[in-house]
């Protein structure tokens, strides 16, 4: 079974800094998604950003980019220019194939203003 | 607001009751789910339904019974619930189900809790 280790229960930065999320993942698979997902206060899980096992690029959405270590099983979330409403829990997830969804434990993040 | 409705938003129950939670999706999606979120757990799929057909249980208990009436519609039946089935459920759709590329849209949740 594949598991998602989010090793930083809690994080928190002063604003318009850059704050780095790490997620490891262990599988056997080589062709797979990873994603990042966010769960503001309104509790409603949006994505984020997603990455292509199959891709050498880091996915980027704007403020948001990824450091992706295929070798090392490592799936980073940087958050630029960080802001007020980027305080939330954030959430690694890996699916392979057909298979749903596996999720980390999440890391809560506090924007400090 | 990504088009999936969760009621109510918070519940307070006893072991002996009996409560439904409610999801509704207004994304022409086929594929639903339910998730329970607990502190410091990984969230945990517990089903899902396929063009209202549930595809997957995942070893939930028979004191959580699932009903999806049609494709916008999902309901999680409670009765006899233990303390430790407290948590946030989620729910979620997404177009298909098998297909790499869905993506999944949240509800907000409801916050239960059983004393």
Known sequence: AQTVTQSQPEMSVQEAETVTLSCTYDTSENNYYLFWYK???????????RQEAYKQQNATENRFSVNFQKAAKSFSLKISDSQLGDTAM?????????????????TRLTIIP | ETGVTQTPRHLVMGMTNKKSLKCEQHLGHNAMYWYKQSAKKPLELMFVYNFKEQTENNSVPSRFSPECPNSSHLFLHL?????????????????????????????????????
Request: hydrophobic share 35%.
């Open chain 1, 90 to 106: 954030y959430f690694c997830a890996f699916m392979r194939g057909n298979e749903k969804l596996t999720f980390g434990t999440g």
């Open chain 2, 79 to 115: 009765h006899t619930l233990q303390p430790e089935d407290s948590a946030l459920y989620l729910c979620a759709s997404s177009q298909d189900i098998g297909n790499i590329n869905e993506k999944l849209f949240f509800g907000s949740g409801t916050q239960l809790s059983v004393l």
């Open chain 1, 39 to 49: 769960q503001p206060p309104s509790r409603q899980m949006i994505l984020v950003i």
